[in-house]
């Protein structure tokens, strides 16, 4: 049987692109939304959530699109060890000298509302109260 199409070539870059154009997150990573950055390099992006349950909430994202920290492989280790060292960094820029949650939700179940990693870190100057209802 004979092939009778025309062969496509993509990089990876442009099947990501193609994969995630209608990501909110990617959508600020590439300045197509607006954000309010408070620390960004060549891999991870840092800005304020739009709708704060804290008086700070930020959220950490790796530039790369990975769905959820379920789909995580080894070959993410090193950004995610980045990530949690610029966890401490990011709040204390923050104020959040008293401590700080970080939560990261993962899937329906987690409640993962946008479908691209993100860490949230969360204080204020009250303590936060309990995670979880009894």
Avoid: W
């Avoid at 990501?16 to 909110?24: G, K, L, R, Y």
């Avoid at 923050?94 to 479908?115: H, M, P, T, Y």
């Amino acid at each position: 049987m004979a092939f009778r199409g025309k062969l496509f070539f993509f990089t990876y870059q442009s099947i990501t692109m193609m994969a995630h154009n209608d990501c909110v997150f990617c959508k600020i990573v590439h300045g197509e939304i607006p954000a309010q950055k408070v620390y960004e390099d060549d891999d991870v992006l840092a800005f304020l959530d739009i709708n704060p349950v804290a008086p700070i909430h930020v959220l950490l994202i790796p530039k790369k699109h990975i769905a959820s920290l379920a789909n995580v492989t080894e070959t993410d280790a090193a950004l995610l060890g980045k990530m949690m060292a610029l966890v401490p960094k990011l709040a204390e820029i923050q104020k959040a000298d008293k401590g700080f949650r970080l939560i990261v939700n993962a899937g329906s179940i987690g409640n993962q509302e946008v479908q691209h990693l993100h860490f949230h870190i969360i204080s204020g100057p009250e303590p936060l109260g309990r995670m979880l209802a009894n």
